[in-house]
């Protein structure tokens, strides 16, 4: 079994993400695929799984042309879509703004990665936005601290694990696993 991990990478969050997930795949034969570094077509395997960072409420442009360019080599084929953000709450949104519909309905898994405020890792404006993002959750004063206590966002291992399962199920359920 041919699987692609298509993804691109911002500050890191989504490539370890994307090594977990292919690790938890050691026995398929996996292909990553960044597009910060090379385009693979998904018509070249069984199976892709497709996902990135939000921005501004967006994937990047080069995510986008991909999703664009094969959408039609995708629907053929098992899919899975994930994301990776830091606001579990706005999920559902991104994944409407940024997937077609018919990618999404056929996907066996749109389900996010979670995320990761590491100012140390971005550059520029993005770095500075995290600082002040970061410091808010952290000094932030809750209503009753006995009620609420903000966390961090986190990677969320038992989604990208969950992810591995159900394309595993996927290919077993139509003959290619």
């Known amino acids: 079994m041919r699987i692609l991990i298509v993804y691109q990478s911002h500050t890191g969050t989504v490539r370890t993400c994307v090594e977990q997930l292919s690790r938890e795949l050691s026995r398929l034969d996996v292909d990553l695929c960044d597009l910060d570094e090379r385009v693979l077509l998904p018509a070249d395997y069984d199976a892709v799984i497709l996902g990135g960072y939000i921005h501004a409420d967006r994937l990047p442009k080069e995510m986008t042309r991909y999703i664009k360019a094969f959408s039609e080599d995708m629907l053929k084929r098992p899919l899975g879509l994930f994301l990776c953000c830091g606001y579990l709450d706005n999920y559902e949104d991104y994944v409407r703004k940024n997937f077609p519909a018919e990618l999404v309905d056929h996907a066996f898994l749109t389900i996010p990665f979670g995320g990761e405020l590491k100012p140390e ?3 520029g404006m993005d770095r500075l ?3 002040i993002i970061r410091s808010t959750i952290q000094n932030a004063a809750d209503h009753n601290e006995h009620e609420y206590t903000r966390v961090m966002p986190e990677i969320l291992p038992e989604n990208i694990n969950r992810m591995a ?10 003959g290619r696993g």
């Open 121 to 123: 890792k971005a550059r």
């Open 129 to 131: 936005l995290l600082r």
């Open 165 to 174: 399962s159900m394309l595993k199920g996927a290919l077993q359920s139509i």
